[in-house]
Structures are given as structure tokens and as C-alpha cells.
């Protein structure tokens, strides 16, 4: 189909061109003074038929022995011997016709002239098709790469979803592994909340993005299930701006921001701790931030393969105008906040 439009182009710009050529080249030999016969206008409006004949034939030259594809100088050389060749090879019938009817030729300098002006025509014709398969191959090689582009970016959120999903199970299941033997009720419990989370994990897993309030429905269901493992040691907290639950956000983005504070925060402190989550506008972009009782160690055993994708996973999306950053805004206090760029500012902010 895009093939035959090709084909059409090219003939109707064959028909057009050739034919504004002969139209202006017929006007001048009619308003000069020199009267003309009929069958030398008639044999210079043959320039018609050979400009196409022969134009075309170095068309199917190009096509046969890809020109289109060698170097620029090769296509420069080509362009100006196949311009001269058509130009005096045209130039010579034209004048051929001529000498049978009148039986006299012209003057060798008319003759150079003419083949110049003919050459002129064809060199114009080569640069116009070359520009435009130059133009076309283009665009097609930059709509390729974007292709690509866009195939290796999915491939790349893929394996990084693959990734979050053996780690997010480990987890679930290593605490449901820690209440068996204490409080096998408990234990239960937890294998139905997990049964569900990983319902709603598979269905939004598959997604690019999610509504922050899909998200909350998740992470609520994970730190229910944490807090039977560990009790009254568990604190959570919302401050939910209303304006930001239907925002959408890479799945399992505050599952990682949650699992990373119990991890490496609530598990690691043997007294009470307690959990944030605080989402808002600031600054023209949404900033969804995880507060979490504990310290951030340095160079510590934990590879942090939650944080390390979802910030992967944001670069990925959004370029530089995601960032994932983590810190101690006090003492005994982690933050990690998730900014995502957002295409328009909310009518009102409230926490």
C-alpha cells in the first residue's frame, strides 16, 4: 500500500515536471521573434516523452545497483555523469529530428548550449529524487529507532517488574514464616492477606501505570499483614491529598517506598516505630514521600534492589524529571520520596 502511494507520486511528479519543462520551453520558442514551423515546435515538444523515458530508465539504474545507498561522493559522481550522459543523449535526438526535417544542422555552440540547458533539467530531477529518498529513509531510520527504542524501554520495565516480584514474595513470605509457630491464627490470617495481595499485585503488574489510590488499596493490604507480625510495634500513619489519589504512578512504586521503611527501618528497631505516608503537590510536580522510624546505614549488606528499580523504573518513564531520593530530615527519622512530573497544576492542595 505505501509502496503503490510511492508509485503515484512519483509518476504525477514525472507527468508535472517534464510537462511545466516542455510548457515554458514551447511559450519562449512561440513569443520569440523568430517564426517557427509547426514541426519544430512539434519535435521540441518531444522533450516530453524522452525526459520521462529516460529519467525513468535511471531510476530503475538506481534501484538495480542501489545508488541510494553508496557514498556521498559515489552519488555526487553519479548524479553529474548520468545528467550529461541523458542531457547529450537527448540534446542529440532532438537535433537528429531536426536535421531530418530541415536537413541542416546547428552550429556546435547552439548545440553545447542546448545540452548544457537539457543536463541542467536532468541534474535538477536527480537532486529532487535523491532528496526525497534521502528524506524518506530518514524518517523511516528515525521512526525505526524509535521502535526500537520504545521495545527496549519495555523490555527494560519488564525485566525490572520481573525483578520486584521474587523480592516482593520473599518478603510477604518470610513474615508469614516468622508468625507460624507463634501465632498460627495469625499466620492464617496473614496467608489470606497475602492470597489477596498478590491478586491485586497481578492486576496491576501488567500495567505501565496506576492510580496512587489502586496503589494505597495495595501497600494498606501489605502493612495490615505486617503489623499482625509486628503488633503493637507497627504505627501507621496517612496524609493522603485528596487531589492526588487519581494521579498515576509506576505499579508498585509506594509498595517499594513501604517495603523498603520495614525492612530496613521498622524490622531493625526493637522498640516501637512508625510509618508516614504523605503525598502532595509541590512545585508543579507530585511528590509522594515514605516517613519511617530508623536510621540509614551506610554501606551496609543490603543491596536496597526495591529502591535501586523503582528509581531505574522512573528514568525509564520519565527521564530526569522523576528522581527517587532517600535521607535523614532528623534523627532516627528515613524519608524516601518519589517526585513525578504532572501535566497540569490541581485546583486546590489538601493533606
Not at 63 to 90: A, C, E, P, W
Not at 208 to 233: A, G
Not at 256 to 282: D, R, Y
Amino acid at each position: 500500500m505505501l509502496l503503490g502511494r510511492f508509485k503515484k507520486i512519483y509518476w504525477t511528479c514525472q507527468v508535472l515536471g517534464w510537462g511545466l519543462i516542455v510548457f515554458l520551453n514551447l511559450l519562449f520558442i512561440i513569443i520569440s521573434d523568430k517564426p517557427q514551423h509547426y514541426t519544430k515546435i512539434f519535435i521540441f515538444s518531444t522533450l516530453f516523452f524522452w525526459g520521462i523515458l529516460f529519467t525513468h530508465i535511471e531510476r530503475n539504474f538506481i534501484i538495480r545497483y542501489d545508488i541510494l545507498n553508496k557514498k556521498l561522493v559515489q552519488q555526487l559522481g553519479f548524479i553529474t555523469l548520468s545528467s550529461l550522459s541523458i542531457g547529450f543523449t537527448i540534446n542529440l535526438i532532438i537535433y537528429t529530428l531536426l536535421w531530418l526535417h530541415e536537413h541542416r544542422w546547428e552550429k556546435w555552440i547552439v548545440l553545447i548550449a542546448n545540452t548544457f540547458n537539457i543536463s541542467s533539467m536532468i541534474f535538477v530531477w536527480n537532486v529532487f529524487y535523491f532528496s526525497f529518498h534521502f528524506l524518506r529513509n530518514y524518517k523511516l531510520k528515525e521512526i525505526q529507532n524509535l521502535r526500537l527504542e520504545t521495545i527496549n524501554r519495555e523490555q527494560a520495565l519488564n525485566q525490572l517488574k520481573t525483578q520486584l516480584n521474587p523480592h516482593f514474595i520473599f518478603n510477604s513470605l518470610n513474615s508469614i514464616r516468622a508468625l507460624v509457630l507463634e501465632n498460627p491464627e495469625a499466620a492464617r490470617h496473614a496467608i489470606t492477606t497475602l492470597s489477596n495481595l498478590i491478586r491485586k499485585f497481578l492486576n496491576v503488574h501488567e500495567l505501565k501505570e496506576v492510580s496512587l489510590e489502586e496503589e494505597l488499596e495495595l501497600v494498606k493490604q501489605y502493612l495490615e499483614m505486617e503489623k499482625i507480625r509486628f503488633e503493637d510495634r507497627l504505627e501507621v500513619e496517612y496524609f493522603i491529598g485528596e487531589n492526588t489519589l487519581a494521579l498515576q504512578i509506576p505499579p508498585l512504586t509506594l509498595q517499594a517506598l513501604v517495603e523498603n521503611a520495614i525492612k530496613h527501618g521498622i524490622s531493625k528497631n526493637p522498640g516501637k516505630g512508625k510509618i508516614t505516608i504523605h503525598s502532595q503537590f509541590i512545585q508543579g510536580k507530585f511528590e509522594l514521600c515514605v516517613f519511617n522510624t530508623g536510621r540509614i546505614v551506610i554501606n551496609g549488606d543490603s543491596t536496597h534492589i526495591g529502591l535501586t528499580n523503582t528509581r531505574r523504573r522512573l528514568q525509564i518513564m520519565y527521564g530526569e524529571n522523576a528522581r527517587l531520593t532517600l535521607d535523614e530530615p532528623e534523627f532516627n527519622l528515613v524519608r524516601s520520596c518519589v517526585e513525578i512530573p504532572v501535566t497540569s497544576k490541581p485546583k486546590y492542595q489538601k493533606l
